[in-house]
């Protein structure tokens, strides 16, 4: 079945990075759009970043306002394997942060509804 673990979470103080990985197991990783949620505390969750499968080996990265010029989302395909880079990190990034995987190419990339597999979440914590 499709499994996806993410690691790398922990606790940085504010202008400090973190780097987030997730393995993908059961399904042929080249293949999905792969992605990027959190959950701040007592928050809905919210859209972070996409690599979105357009075709082939073609992957077009998205990302949310409040993240852009500050993250970076890569794949390394032969690893099975999403990151999420985390630079100039803010009080406002502290969140569970969720790995997700969807077949389909999303219609709406910050549709969480749209992806099917999610990973169980790893934690971020900026200091201020």
């Known amino acids: 079945q499709v499994q996806l673990v993410e690691s790398g979470g922990g606790v940085v103080q504010a202008g400090g990075s973190l780097r987030l990985s997730c393995a993908g197991s059961g399904f042929t990783f080249r293949t999905y759009t792969m992605g990027w949620f959190r959950q701040p505390p007592g928050q809905e969750r919210e859209f972070v970043a996409s690599?979105?499968?357009?075709?082939?080996?073609?992957?077009?990265?998205y990302y949310a306002d409040s993240v852009k010029g500050r993250f970076t989302i890569s794949r390394h395909n032969a690893k099975n394997e999403v990151y999420l880079e985390m630079n100039s990190l803010e009080p406002e990034d502290t969140a569970t942060y969720f790995c997700v995987a969807s077949k389909e190419a999303p219609v709406r990339i910050d549709d969480a509804a749209q992806y099917s597999y999610w990973g169980q979440g790893t934690q971020v914590t900026v200091s201020p």
């Open positions: 690599h979105k499968r357009v075709g082939g080996s073609v992957y077009t990265p």
